[in-house]
């Protein structure tokens, strides 16, 4: 099958040929129509993430069809334990032994991908191959950090890529004020974020109009963390949502005083995937998407390095 492999970190993605994974006890195979392209791609290709194994076939929002015709997704989390403490306590993303797809299982930059049927879900009907990709990562993880970020009604979104523009459209579906922060100039992300009924967008540099009562952090740059302090509303909520991020500048405690929480989200549980993906045709959230080929991967994530997607960027297999 045509695949696209990370040899080594900090190497460009390459198309090959590589034999068909074979499914074992448990296991499904999956034909893949789409794949999303995450961040995370990105860290692992420039090694700010380790690969599990290499060669490598990341990609861990894929869409694709079972051997018996169900049309199925398979996120990021792949296989857990399920008899650490974690497991055991309902927060199986957290789990000891997890095995995430795309990083310690191969991905769906590939023709075909083999999954645990465990952790394998059925997809919403009404949304195209293309168009419901970006839920399978974008949409679980900005579900999971917007549940963790509280209640509050003004809401800052720090990034405005793939997670962002499909959290902003369920924040407001609920309600809530989304202020979208971005880096200075970006006037595309501002437009979609503006599109998708953000009140207000701006330079993440600097504090929005309000205070906010929490903020989302999907950029990966340290620096925003003391940024969105600064924005955030006494007893208010800053959540970091990426798994990797540069390092977070030093700041004064006055920023966090006064019951402000900093926290981090990690992963995602598999109740996280049905909830969102019942929710997500209720509201219903559009998904703004660019296609790519298999054969265009790394271009794929040298336009996502490079600040150059808007929405979310999807390898398509046919
Ligand atoms: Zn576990
Ligand atoms: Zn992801």
């Not at 009562?213 to 302090?229: H, S, W």
């Amino acid at each position: 099958m045509r695949a696209a492999l990370l040899d080594a970190p900090g190497r460009p993605l390459r198309p090959a040929e590589v034999a068909e994974p074979v499914a074992g006890p448990g296991q499904v195979k999956v034909r893949v129509h789409a794949c999303g392209v995450c961040r995370t791609d990105l860290h692992l290709r420039d090694g700010e993430v380790p690969a599990g194994h290499l060669p490598l076939i990341p990609g861990h929002q894929i869409v694709g069809m079972t051997e018996d015709g169900t049309r199925v997704g398979i996120p990021w989390l792949g296989w857990t334990d399920g008899t650490c403490g974690y497991c055991r306590s309902g927060r199986e993303n957290l789990c000891e032994h997890a095995r995430f797809t795309g990083r310690d299982i191969d991905g769906g930059y590939a023709e075909y991908a083999v999954a645990d049927e465990r952790f394998v879900f059925p997809l919403p009907d009404g949304y195209p191959d293309l168009q419901v990709a970006p839920l399978l990562c974008g949409g679980l993880i900005g579900h999971r950090a917007l549940r963790l970020a509280g209640d509050g009604v003004r809401l800052g979104l720090y990034g405005f890529g793939s997670a962002a523009h499909i959290i902003c459209q369920v924040a407001v579906h609920e309600g809530r004020r989304v202020f979208a922060f971005t880096r200075a100039g970006d006037e595309g992300a501002r437009a979609l974020a503006l599109s998708l009924g953000a009140e207000w967008a701006g330079d993440s540099a600097e504090p929005g109009p309000e205070p906010l009562d929490a903020a989302l952090i999907f950029a990966p740059a340290g620096e925003l963390v003391p940024a969105a302090l600064r924005a955030t509303a006494p007893g208010g909520v800053v959540v970091c949502a990426g798994i990797h991020m540069s390092d977070i500048p030093s700041f004064p405690y006055e920023a966090l005083w006064q019951e402000r929480v900093l926290r981090s989200v990690a992963n995602l549980t598999r109740d996280d995937a049905r909830e969102f993906l019942a929710l997500a045709p209720r509201i219903p959230v559009r998904t703004t998407v660019t296609q790519f080929t298999l054969e265009e991967a790394e271009t794929a994530l040298s336009r996502l390095r490079a600040g150059r997607i808007e929405g979310s960027a999807v390898i398509t297999l046919q």
